[in-house]
C-alpha cells in the first residue's frame, strides 16, 4: 500500500511534475519545484527518504568526500545549523541529516513511500506522461524526472547456485533495518569493491572467522578519517559563498588546485613528495590528482599505481597475500577507487583470509557455503557486496514508453545516448538527475545534483514562462553529445578497465563509458552555454509556437579545447603583430615547450646542396633494419617560421609509424627570400634525395614527399614540378592540412578565421612575406590551380576547424577529379596545429596512425628480409 505522510492514501491523479527518487536529488527537487509554484509529488519504494542511505546500512557504510562537501549547498542557513561529526560521515548521520533536511522544509508531505514506479508512457494527444505504480495507482504529470540514482539498483550475484545457501544472506546495498550481529560466526564476504572494501574490516571485529572472495584487486587509500578537515571548515567559515562557487566550477565538484606537475617528466624525489602529500590528505581527489597526466598517460599513472602497491606490500605482513591485495589489471583510477579505514591491515588478523578468485574461482554456492575446484567453505552468513547496475540500470528497469512507441530500454539497448545526460530524444518532458553522459560518479555528486536540479528547475521555468509546454532534444544535438563524451573518454586510460564505469560488471551490458569525464566545470559551463543560446539542441513547443535552435553544443576534440583555453589565458600578442624575426623567436620557444615525440631509431643532421647553398636537413631512421622508404618532409611555418627542426615531433611520429626514413630539409624563408625561393629548394632537395636515397639507407624509387601547413603546399608543388621534369619518381604524397591556394575568401575563412590559432590575418601575413599579389595564383605557389593529372596518390588532411580547411577539401577533390587516388582525411574537432601537437593533443594520435596508415598502404611498407 502507498503511503505518505500527510495521511492522504489516494495518490493525486494529475500533477506539473512526477518526481523518482527522493534521495538527495529528489529532495531538492521537490524544495525547488515547490518554489516555483508547481504541484509536485515524489515516489520512492523505500520507506523514507534517503534515497542511498536509506538502503546502505552495512556496518562502516560512510561517504568517501568530505562532509564539508557532501552536503547541500543552496541554503546557507541550512548550512549554518548542521554539524558534521566526522570527516567521513556514517551512513546513520547522512541518513539523519537527509531526515533533517526533509522536516525542515516539510517535505514528506509530497512523497508517496513504499511505492515503486512500474511503467510510464508518454501521452502526446494530451503531452503528459502517464505513470504507474506498483499499487496499481496512476498518476498523469506533465513534466518526469526520474532522480532515481546512478548507485540505487544492486547487482545481485551473478555465481551459480546464489539462490541455493540456505545461510544467512545480506546484500551491501539492502542491508536489513534491524541489528545484524556475526559475533562468533563464519562470515563471508564476495566483493571487494567500495562497499566490500568499508565493511570488511568492521565485519572482521565481530566475526570469529572471515574468508573474503575478491575477484578483483582494486585500489584503496586510507581515509585518516577524524574531525572535519580544519583548512576547508576555516575557508568555509572565512568565505562560505566562494568556496562553494570555487566547488561548482571545479573539475570533480570540490576546490582544488589543479596540478601542472607531469609525472612522466618530473624527478622521482618530486614524484615521491606529491604522492605522499596527497596520500596524508585522505582526500580521492588528491591521490586523483597527484600529476597533471595520471588519467591520460599510462607512464604517468604507473608510478602512482606502484606507489600504491608499496603502501599495500608494506601494510600486509603475508607477502602473498599482499600480492594477491595488489591491483595489475588497470590503471589506477580506472575503476572507482576506494578509501578506506584499516582494509587492507585486516588481512593480518589469524581470523581473515582472502581468496583470490583469479586463482580459485567459484564453482559454486551451496546450501551451506561455497565451492572452488579445490575446496569447500561452510559459513554462517554470505555477505555479497557486488555493486550495482550503475547508472543506466535504475532508469531501463522502469518501462518507459517514448513518444514514438519505442521503450527506453530499446533505444538504449547498445548503450545510453543522451543531451547532457539531461534528456533523451524521443521522450519528450523526462529529465534525468545525474543521468549517463553527466559527470554524476566521477564528482562530489552533491555539486552535480544540486547542478543538475537547478537547471532543471530553471528550464521548467523557463517553458512556463514562455507559455511552451513540450521540450525533447533534436537527434543531432544528441548525437553530438554522445560524441563529445566519446572524445573525452578516448583520451584518457578510463575505457582501458573493466569497470562499472564501462557497464562492465554486468553480464551483457554494452561497453560504453556511462559518466562524463571532461569535468564538472567544463560540463556545467556546457549546459549554461545550451541554456544561453535559446535551449539550443531541444526542440520547444507549446500554446506559444514550436521553435529549435538546432546545433552541436561541443564540437571541438576536449584536448584542443583545452590548449585554446589555455593559449587564450595567456593574454599573448597577435603573431601578425611581429616582426619575423619576432614571430620566429616565439615560433621556436613555443615549439620548445611540447613533449619531443617518440623514440626513433637514430636523428642525424647533415647538409644537402641547394640551389643557392647547403641546405640544413635532420634525418630519422626508424629502429628497425634497413633499408627502408624515404619520406622526404617540409615544415609548416608559412614559408616565413620554422627549419628542419621545427615538427621533430611531428616528424618522429611519422618515423615510428610508417617505419620510414624522414628527412626534415630547411629551405629559405621569406621575407629575405621570397617566392620562388622556397619551391626551387624543395624541388632540388627532393632531387637529391631521390638520387642519394641508397646512402641515405632508403630503398631507392621508394620516395614520398611530405608537408605541413606551408610544407604541404611546398610538397604539393614538388610533386607537380617532379611530373612534368619527368623525374624523380615520387611514390606517394602527405599533404598535411596545406596550403593550396592563395583565394582567402572560401568560408573556412570565415568561419574559422579567428580564435583557432591559424587566424585568416595570420594567413594573410604570411602570404604577404611570401609572395606578391600577382604571383599568388602561379600553380608553384597555389597548387590548385596547376594541372593535377598524373601526379603521385595522396593522402590529404584537412582539420575542421582550419582556415585553410576548404583549400585542403577543394585540393583532395581536384586530385580525385584528375584520376588520382586519394586517401581525404576530414579530422574532425581538429585545428590547424592540433594534429602536430604531439603527445599534448592525444586525440590527434588516431587522426595520425590512419594518415600513416593510409601513406603506407600506398606505397611505403618497409620491405621485411
Ligand atoms: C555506499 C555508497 C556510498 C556513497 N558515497 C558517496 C560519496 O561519498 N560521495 C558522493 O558524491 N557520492 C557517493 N555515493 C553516490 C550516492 O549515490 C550519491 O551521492 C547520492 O546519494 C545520490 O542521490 P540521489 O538522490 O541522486 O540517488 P539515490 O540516493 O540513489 O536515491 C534514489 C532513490 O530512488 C528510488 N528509486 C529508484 N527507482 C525507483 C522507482 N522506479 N520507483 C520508485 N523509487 C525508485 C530508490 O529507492 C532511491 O531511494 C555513494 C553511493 C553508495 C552506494
Known amino acids: 500500500m502507498a503511503r505518505s505522510p500527510n495521511g492522504s492514501a489516494a495518490v493525486p491523479a494529475e500533477v506539473d511534475v512526477a518526481v523518482v527518487g527522493a534521495g538527495f536529488s529528489g529532495l531538492y527537487l521537490l524544495y525547488k519545484l515547490r ?16 534515497g542511498t542511505w536509506y538502503w546502505n546500512r552495512y556496518p562502516g557504510a560512510r561517504c568517501d568526500i568530505p562532509t564539508t562537501d557532501y552536503a547541500y549547498s543552496f541554503d546557507p542557513q541550512l548550512e549554518q545549523e548542521w554539524t558534521w561529526t566526522e570527516k567521513y560521515a556514517t551512513q546513520p548521520e547522512i541518513l539523519a541529516y537527509l531526515g533533517h533536511v526533509a522536516d525542515r522544509y516539510d517535505l514528506r508531505r509530497d512523497v508517496w513511500f513504499d511505492t515503486r514506479i512500474t511503467a510510464a508512457e508518454w501521452d502526446e494527444s494530451r503531452r503528459q506522461w502517464l505513470l504507474r505504480t ?30 541455493r545457501y540456505c545461510g544467512e544472506v545480506y546484500l551491501t546495498g539492502m542491508w536489513p533495518h534491524g541489528p545484524v550481529d556475526f559475533s562468533g560466526k563464519k562470515v563471508a564476504v564476495v566483493g571487494t569493491g567500495s562497499s566490500g572494501i568499508q565493511c570488511i574490516p568492521e565485519i572482521a571485529r565481530q566475526a570469529a572467522q572471515l574468508t573474503v572472495f575478491q575477484r578483483t584487486a582494486n585500489f584503496s587509500v586510507p581515509a585518516h578519517n577524524g ?8 575557508r568555509l567559515a572565512d568565505d562560505r559563498d566562494s568556496y562553494r562557487e570555487d566547488a561548482r566550477w571545479s573539475r570533480g565538484g570540490m576546490p582544488a588546485e589543479l596540478t601542472e ?78 578509501l578506506d579505514s584499516g582494509y587492507f591491515e585486516t588481512f593480518n588478523l589469524p581470523h581473515v583470509r582472502l581468496v583470490d578468485l583469479r586463482q580459485k574461482p567459484i564453482v559454486t554456492i551451496t ?30 528497469s522502469v518501462n518507459i514508453t517514448g513518444a514514438n512507441g519505442v521503450t527506453l530500454k530499446d533505444k538504449w539497448a547498445h548503450g545510453p545516448t543522451t543531451y547532457l545526460g539531461l534528456m533523451t530524444s524521443g521522450f519528450p518532458n523526462l529529465f534525468m538527475i545525474t543521468g549517463p553522459q553527466s559527470p554524476s560518479v566521477l564528482s562530489n555528486m552533491l555539486v552535480s545534483i544540486e547542478q543538475h536540479v537547478d537547471w532543471v528547475a530553471d528550464c521548467l521555468g523557463r517553458l512556463r514562462a514562455e507559455s511552451l509546454d513540450r521540450i525533447e532534444p533534436t537527434p543531432l544535438a544528441e548525437a553530438g553529445w554522445v560524441q563529445h563524451n566519446q572524445d573525452c573518454a578516448e583520451i584518457t586510460l578510463y575505457p582501458r578497465a573493466n569497470s562499472w564505469y564501462m557497464g562492465a560488471n554486468v553480464p551483457g551490458k554494452p561497453r560504453v563509458f556511462l559518466p562524463y569525464i571532461g569535468g564538472v566545470d567544463a560540463y556545467r559551463q556546457a549546459c549554461q552555454d545550451v541554456a544561453e543560446q ?102 609548416g611555418g608559412g614559408w616565413v617560421l620554422g627549419s628542419q627542426f621545427a615538427d621533430e615531433p611531428f616528424c618522429r611520429d611519422l618515423c615510428v609509424r610508417t617505419g620510414a626514413v624522414v628527412v626534415s630539409v630547411d629551405y629559405r624563408h621569406a621575407p629575405e627570400d621570397r617566392y620562388p625561393s622556397a619551391v626551387d629548394d624543395a624541388f632540388a632537395a627532393v632531387q637529391w634525395i631521390a638520387a642519394n ?20 603546399n611546398l610538397a604539393a608543388v614538388t610533386c607537380q ?145
Not at 605522499?276 to 600529476?291: P, Y
Not at 634497413?626 to 618532409?633: F, L
Not at 590559432?757 to 602570404?767: E, K, Q, R, Y
Request: glycine share 10%.
Open 534 to 635: 535559446d535551449l539550443m539542441g531541444f526542440r520547444l513547443d507549446g500554446p506559444a509556437g514550436a521553435r529549435c535552435n538546432d546545433g552541436v553544443i561541443r564540437r571541438i576534440q576536449p584536448d584542443v579545447a583545452i590548449v585554446l583555453d589555455l593559449i587564450a589565458s595567456l593574454g599573448l600578442p597577435l603573431m601578425e603583430t611581429m616582426t619575423a624575426a619576432d614571430a620566429r623567436a616565439y615560433s621556436d620557444a613555443t615549439a620548445a615547450t611540447m613533449p619531443p615525440g617518440p623514440v626513433v631509431g637514430e636523428i642525424t643532421d647533415a647538409v644537402l646542396p641547394g640551389p643557392a647553398g647547403d641546405l640544413g636537413y635532420r634525418l630519422y631512421r626508424p629502429p628497425s633494419a634497413g633499408p627502408h622508404p624515404i619520406i622526404a618532409y617540409f615544415h
Open 693 to 712: 636515397a641508397a646512402a641515405l639507407g632508403g630503398i631507392p624509387g621508394q620516395l614520398a614527399v611530405a608537408g605541413w601547413s606551408a610544407g604541404g
Open 134 to 163: 506498483n499499487h496499481d495507482d496512476e498518476v498523469r504529470c506533465r513534466y518526469y524526472v526520474m532522480a532515481s540514482g546512478c548507485l540505487s539498483l544492486p547487482k545481485t550475484p551473478d555465481i551459480e547456485g546464489a539462490g
Open 721 to 865: 614540378l617532379a611530373r612534368d621534369a619527368g623525374g624523380p619518381e615520387i611514390t606517394s604524397q602527405l599533404l598535411l592540412t596545406p596550403v593550396t591556394d592563395g583565394d582567402r575568401a572560401r568560408p573556412s575563412y570565415i568561419e574559422n578565421g579567428e580564435g583557432f590559432v591559424l587566424t585568416a590575418d595570420l594567413m594573410g601575413w604570411f602570404w604577404d612575406h611570401y609572395a606578391d599579389e600577382a604571383d599568388r595564383a602561379h600553380p608553384t605557389a597555389a597548387p590548385l590551380r596547376g594541372t593535377l593529372a598524373g601526379l603521385p596518390p595522396a593522402v590529404v588532411v584537412t582539420a575542421e576547424f582550419d582556415p585553410l580547411r576548404d583549400e585542403g577539401d577543394a585540393y583532395a577533390d581536384a586530385l580525385a577529379a584528375a584520376g588520382v587516388p586519394v586517401r581525404h582525411i576530414r579530422a574532425r574537432g581538429h585545428i590547424h596545429t592540433s594534429l602536430t601537437m604531439v603527445d599534448a593533443v592525444i586525440s590527434g594520435a588516431p587522426v595520425r596512425a590512419e594518415m600513416a596508415e593510409a601513406l603506407s598502404a600506398i606505397r611505403l611498407a618497409p620491405v621485411r628480409a
Open 367 to 396: 546450501e551451506a557455503g561455497i565451492e572452488l575446484a579445490d575446496e569447500s567453505f561452510e559459513f554462517d552468513a554470505i555477505v555479497f557486496a557486488t555493486g550495482f547496475d550503475a547508472m543506466t540500470g535504475p532508469l531501463v
Open 35 to 50: 518554489k516555483l509554484g508547481f504541484s509536485a509529488v515524489a515516489f520512492d519504494e523505500a520507506g523514507d527518504v534517503g
Open 261 to 338: 606537475v607531469s609525472g612522466v617528466t618530473a624527478s622521482d624525489q618530486v614524484r615521491r613528495e606529491r604522492f605522499e602529500n596527497a596520500w596524508r590528505t585522505g582526500e580521492l581527489f588528491a591521490i586523483l590528482g597527484v600529476f597533471s597526466d595520471q588519467g591520460i598517460n599510462p607512464i604517468a599513472n604507473e608510478f602512482v599505481a606502484e606507489m600504491i602497491r608499496e603502501k599495500i606490500r608494506a601494510n600486509v605482513n603475508d607477502p602473498d597475500t599482499a600480492d594477491a591485495l595488489c591491483p595489475m589489471d588497470h590503471p589506477f583510477g580506472t575503476k572507482r577507487p576506494c
Open 227 to 234: 574531525a572535519p578537515p580544519a583548512e576547508r571548515l576555516a
